[in-house]
């Protein structure tokens, strides 16, 4: 604390120096809601004075003494407003912006400043407007935050279907996942085939893959960071929808009117209930009954109170579970098994107006995933006494409790200052396994003692308008990390710069050291709930990169478009990965209390490059984007594939999307994509061929004379670690809305199709062997002949889904 108390001392010097200045400061709400609106433009006009609202509303604006000036508050997808005020005195304005209407939203041909990117000196970030999410085509009509961020420039997709993201050459473990201040460790529903983040209770989503400030920290390579809607402090109001596989309803409303409102959102899917009835009608009458059941569902809350006019409390939780199961039972057997993960948030955050100059907020935040693994069978005699029985159960968690207080300081009007810290106490549970059976005479009780540990980090930052064409944000972080024998301290500083080369044309350029200290295993690569969240130990160092990252960001007003150019290099070191073969399920019966998960680990260090470009446009009759990304990622590992260098698996060289929505009238949508990527980098065989046996030659044909045996075991060799390259993916998706507005309600029909012209899209290969005769081979002798096959997931997939507000 000594830092951050030394710079707010010197800070408030700056203060004290300043002379004939005044201090216009406030929230902008939303209009109708009273909703707190971030990243909202304020500026003085015909001036080069401006500020931009935090996460809360809140902005302060320090300039020169005058009889009047106007203010003017912008922001996308708000109508502009303006005030007149007179600058003798520090003055607090608070203001409403209200929602521009579909009809203005159709009709919008200029401008407005609030959306020029070249006037920023943030680079590396995706900002989606919630609304336009909303538009863009989905899998099975479910809109889907992280399948949108899929499609930007920088961010690709794991494997066909999936949700899980890949940055910059890195891993999903290495994208900082927070909804309102709460780390989300699991962000999957379905197997990852969906996110459990429902858009409905979302009120933004940003998400930052390079240049980052200093106040973020814990990852590598992003920082997705989503904030949940307050609730209006007006009405009542109230959106959903039904489609194929779920349906969704949210609430929100006042509390006390104008002074405090909440929000309830909650989804759950019905696959379980559809497949039921197929499922029984497919069993009827055998001996054996299959009954496999799978479901999600995800709940979001928040209040929020004014407790005046300079104190706020919110409170926010996310509540979600994935259970599947399947169970057979017949005569003479019965078999259980089981998934079951689930993430639980809580936040409370509390927010205070020192003065015109200094806002605080602190949070207390809780976060928790479990994972487990269920599976029993017995098997009877047939006099009904008990033969063989098997059991087996295993879980892994991971619980936080934290604090955060951040500051945000507004000394003068070239300088917008940012410090503070946070304290997070980490409990791990990495695996814990149960097996007993009547096979052994020794059954395992494994119970991993769970692993403490205590993260922190201070920070200070601070946007600088050094000059009228050069605004730099300059900060450092010290992060620690504290285990049970070792405590790990690293300095990460940060510095991004934005330079004006002429009218709403910006060259930028940043540097950030990053540094994780909780990790994430996997061997499947599909991100999937059995992924295992492991820390950083005496013997596992933390992971660290260094990115540098340069282009060119240009704004057009006629048509409004936002053009960027964008170059990294990043070097990762310490990245961790499953030595050859191993897996945090592979433990069995015999050395299952001997193992632990650093057992099974290596760590090595990995580079990531490339160029990312992107024209975009938010508003208008037709919006969308062009997104391309040509990147090169290798990975070295001293145990792993003999020490050289490899390509990981989600490496791929080029990645191109298109995105556009076009609004044909105010009661009809058109929207589609389209997506094309190299495909991934794969380890198959290079051969495969039968083993000599002791018997290899020992079969005789009818003449007496030996032959070839080709029924010996199989056996495959591999080459170089990822060396064989997928076929491209590439993939359609087109979809029409038609809007209705009645007297009490809108209503919203969406008809669809995911994969539009049916392309088969490698989802995994396997090698299939078939046995054939060899022509013009006396005697005729059947030999094995390999063939690398494709598997495909989704063939061309149409979709509907009713969606309302009220």
Request: aromatic share 14%.
């Given at each position: 604390?000594r ?11 700056i203060?004290?120096?300043?002379q ?26 015909n ?5 931009v ?13 005058s ?9 996308v ?7 007149r ?5 520090d003055?607090?304005l ?40 909303k ?30 993201l890949?940055v910059?050459?890195g ?7 927070i ?12 197997f990852g ?14 998400l ?6 200093a ?13 949940m809607?307050?609730?209006?402090k007006?009405k ?5 929808g ?9 609430l929100?409303g ?22 039921a009835?197929l ?10 009954q299959?009954?496999?059941g ?44 089981g998934?079951?993960w ?12 020192l003065?015109q ?26 006099d ?8 087996l ?13 951040d500051f945000?300081?507004?000394p003068s009007?070239?300088?917008?200052v ?5 304290a ?7 695996s ?5 059976g ?6 395992i ?5 769970p692993?403490?540990?205590?993260e922190a980090?201070?920070?200070?930052e ?12 300059a ?16 300095p ?12 709403n ?9 990053m540094?994780?200290y ?10 999937l709930?059995?992924?295992l ?8 160092a933390p992971?660290?990169?260094?990115q540098?990252?340069?282009?060119l960001?240009?704004?057009?007003e ?19 990965n499953y ?7 592979s ?6 209390n001997?193992?632990s ?8 260090k ?35 594939n003999?020490?050289?260098t ?26 589609a ?31 007496g ?8 075991p199989?056996?495959?060799e591999?080459?170089q ?17 038609f ?5 009490r309600?809108e ?33 005729a ?6 063939t ?7 063939p061309?997939?149409?979709y ?6 009220f």
């Amino acid at each position: 604390m000594r830092l951050i108390f030394t710079a707010f001392l010197l800070l408030s010097h700056i203060i004290s120096i300043a002379q004939n200045r005044v201090t216009i400061s406030g929230f902008v709400r939303e209009k109708g809601s009273q909703e707190q609106l971030p990243g909202v433009n304020v500026y003085i006009d015909n001036t080069p004075y401006g500020a931009v609202t935090n996460t809360y509303g809140f902005y302060s604006l320090t300039l020169p003494a005058s009889d009047s000036a106007t203010v003017s508050f912008s922001f996308v997808g708000y109508e502009k407003q303006q005030k007149r005020v007179a600058l003798r005195t520090d003055t607090e304005l608070n203001i409403f912006l209200p929602t521009i209407t579909q009809l203005e939203e159709v009709v919008v041909s200029a401008r407005k400043q609030e959306d020029y990117v070249s006037r920023t000196v943030q680079m590396s970030k995706v900002e989606i407007p919630i609304q336009q999410l909303k538009k863009i085509p989905a899998f099975f009509g479910e809109k889907d935050v992280l399948r949108v961020l899929q499609l930007m420039p920088g961010v690709q997709k794991g494997t066909e279907g999936q949700t899980g993201l890949y940055v910059r050459g890195g891993g999903p473990d290495q994208n900082l996942i927070i909804l309102d201040d709460a780390v989300v460790y699991n962000a999957n529903h379905l197997f990852g085939f969906f996110s459990i983040f429902n858009s409905d209770a979302l009120r933004s989503v940003e998400l930052t893959k390079g240049g980052f400030p200093a106040r973020y920290g814990g990852r590598l390579s992003s920082v997705l960071e989503m904030n949940m809607k307050e609730g209006s402090k007006e009405k009542m109001h109230g959106e959903g929808g039904i489609g194929l596989i779920s349906s969704r309803l949210t609430l929100e409303g006042p509390i006390s009117k104008g002074k405090s409102s909440f929000l309830i959102s909650g989804r759950r899917t019905y696959i379980d209930f559809l497949a039921a009835p197929l499922i029984a009608r497919e069993q009827r009458g055998e001996d054996s009954q299959v009954k496999p059941g799978y479901y999600f569902y995800d709940l979001n809350a928040k209040m929020n109170y004014d407790l005046g006019s300079k104190d706020k409390l919110y409170i926010s939780g996310y509540f979600g579970r994935d259970k599947f199961h399947a169970n057979e039972k017949s005569s003479t057997s019965e078999t259980r098994a089981g998934l079951d993960w689930g993430n639980a948030t809580a936040t409370m955050r509390w927010n205070h107006v020192l003065n015109q100059k200094l806002f605080v907020n602190t949070s207390f935040i809780f976060s928790n995933f479990k994972f487990g693994v269920s599976s029993y069978s017995k098997e009877l005699n047939s006099d009904g006494s008990l033969d063989d029985e098997f059991s087996l159960e295993y879980d892994s968690r991971i619980r936080d409790l934290g604090v955060k207080t951040d500051f945000d300081f507004y000394p003068s009007s070239k300088h917008a200052v940012k410090f503070g810290g946070q304290a997070t106490f980490h409990k791990f549970v990495p695996s814990a396994l149960a097996i007993a059976g009547t096979f052994t005479d020794n059954p395992i009780e494994r119970s991993v003692k769970p692993v403490y540990s205590l993260e922190a980090g201070l920070y200070i930052e601070d946007t600088w308008q050094a000059l009228d064409a050069l605004k730099v944000n300059a900060g450092l972080r010290l992060s620690t990390f504290q285990t049970e024998v070792k405590t790990y301290v690293r300095p990460e500083p940060r510095i991004s710069a934005a330079l004006r080369l002429a009218e709403n044309l910006s060259f930028k350029a940043s540097y950030a050291r990053m540094n994780q200290y909780v990790h994430l295993l996997s061997n499947t690569g599909l991100g999937l709930p059995t992924d295992l969240w492991v820390p950083t130990t005496a013997r596992v160092a933390p992971q660290q990169s260094e990115q540098i990252a340069a282009g060119l960001a240009k704004d057009f007003e006629r048509p409004a478009l936002t053009v960027t150019l964008e170059g990294y290099y990043k070097k990762m070191n310490n990245i961790l990965n499953y030595k050859e073969g191993s897996s945090f399920l592979s433990i069995n019966g015999e050395n299952a209390n001997e193992l632990s998960w650093e057992d099974n680990v290596t760590s090595g260090k990995g580079w990531s490059y490339g160029g990312e470009f992107l024209v975009q446009k938010k508003t208008g009759r037709f919006s969308g984007w062009i997104g391309y990304t040509l990147s090169w990622t290798y990975w070295k590992f001293p145990e792993l594939n003999f020490g050289k260098t490899f390509f990981p698996r989600y490496d791929r060289r080029h990645d191109l999307s298109v995105v556009g929505i076009y609004e044909l009238s105010k009661r009809i949508t058109l929207s589609a994509t389209w997506v094309y990527g190299t495909g991934n980098a794969l380890t198959l065989p290079v051969s495969s061929y039968r083993a000599a046996t002791d018997n290899f030659v020992t079969r005789i044909t009818g003449d007496g004379k030996p032959a070839i045996n080709w029924f010996g075991p199989t056996v495959s060799e591999y080459g170089q670690k990822n060396s064989y390259r997928a076929e491209p993916f590439h993939r359609m998706d087109i979809a029409i809305q038609f809007h209705k507005k009645k007297k009490r309600h809108e209503r919203t029909w969406e008809f669809g199709v995911y994969n539009a012209y049916n392309r088969r899209n490698p989802f995994f290969y396997n090698i299939d062997e078939e046995m054939v005769i060899l022509p013009n081979v006396m005697p005729a002798t059947p030999v094995p002949k390999y063939t690398l096959k494709r598997y495909s997931l989704f063939p061309i997939l149409p979709y509907f889904s009713y969606n309302f507000k009220f």
